[in-house]
């Protein structure tokens, strides 16, 4: 009953509290644990009121992002059940509350939270109490907390000699832009000696640049940065060295020597024993100078059997390697070979499982170094160096044939697969048939026909020669047999011989592969014989006319004689 009637009491008396407790206002100052930063708590508001609101705000304030605040919550007596309280921030359209929230189910009488505001903006804080509860006393009390934090640079770790230096002090605060603050800088010499106080305000950016020449004094040097902020001292200091060093650096580079197939880094490695390497040029086929830190290490990019890269350090004195290094034949190559393969002259038919290859690479950076063939594709010869041919072995039976060739540049990149194909054909072609016309003999000087029927399953037929010869003399005379598409037969005819001759003939016949089969009656020729002029019987009594006639002749003959020596 109690309860519910505060509830109620506290439901209708929600309480208008902006601004309320603004007049807490106050610092409270925490000692930094760092050197070189501190922490420091200004009190933002502070509010105090004894029954508690259903909710209350806090008044405005500006944050910027980054910045830590932290909110403190006490309560008169400890409660053992405030899991609905709830303090939450949001921006200063307070309908978008951010989903970030505290809520506080501790039996404590304190709430004690740190928070990073998100975005900059204006702020509300706000406590929400959803269960009304009743407590003597609620302080509330919000602070900001501002780290400060100093730093001091040199422009070089290395100077040379009554080198000119600019130091940079920066102060940076994570809660709250920097406004100009005093800033002491101080440089001791090596020998201990103090050359340079400044007491000078920042910028607007906290920062403090102060350039002044280095006495001519070798070794080590510090410079210390300090400013004080609400009591607190925070300082930084920084080493850097006035070097002997008249010896410039030493680069070295790591290029292999070989064939690269895509873009490579050569990266160059400098030493200084003295006031360490500042920097190391480089130019790549006498290219714009370029330098590692900014370009980062050299790039080969060009494909070329002898790409240039000159480089160079230089100390943090300024001493320059002379002369500059010069690495010369850099080989990058990443286009792999062309090629072609034939078989034999790019034959289509071949009788044999022996074939000479025929082939062709060309490879424009690196070369061609070698050449692999394969009868499937799949397995493959071993790597020889490349020639523009090569005995191979097709697989056996007749049948179409493909072989695949590959090549490699001497950069190790190898070609497309090429193939050629050719038809193997081992198989002789068939002769069937072999016929003339006249059957039998030959009349003199009366032509013979000679038919054939030649055939190859394989390549085909090529040509069909008819070889004859007369009377056994030695003397062979070749004739292309015609194919005669009305018959399917190939034909030639012998011409007519002198009575008495006797022809003796053999067919031969080839096929596309070269494939070669001959007729010859079993060695024996086929053989015609041509006739004599007249018949036997004939002959004695042509004789005896001839005999008649000469007797006739001669009788007038030594008669007319007779009369003209008389
Ligand atoms: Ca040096
Ligand atoms: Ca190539």
Redesign the pocket.
Known sequence: MVENLLKSLALITTFAILFAGLLAHGSALSLAMTKNATSIETQLFFYSFSIPPRQAWSPFTELATGSNVRIVFNASEQISFFCQNSWEYAQSNASNWLNVSAHWSENATVLDRNYTIPTTGTWYFSLVNYEYYSIDIYNVTLYRIDTYEIRVESNKQNYSMAEQATLTATIQNNSAPISSMNVSLQVTAPNGTTILVQNNLTDAQGQLIITFYLPEQYGQYTATAQTTILGQTIEDSANFTVAN?T???ITNNDYDGKWHTSNFTITLTAT?N??GVAETYYRVNNGQTQNVSTNDQPQITLESANNTLEYWSV?NVG?EELPHNVLTGIKLDRTPPTGSIFIGGNLTYVNSTSVILTLFASDAVSGVAQMHFSNDNMTWSDWDAFNSSRNWSLVSGDGPKTVYAQFMDNAALVSDTYSANAMLDTTAPVIENVSRIPENEAQPMQGTKILVNATDAGSGVKNVILSYTMNSNGSWFDFQMSFNPATGLYECSVPGQQANTQVEYRILVYDKAGNKKIADNQGQYYVYTVVPEFSPLQTPLLFIMMTLLAVVFGIRASCKRRKLAI
Do not use: Y
Request: glycine share 0%.
């Open positions: 060093d010896t410039p650096p200084d003295e006031s100390d001493n």
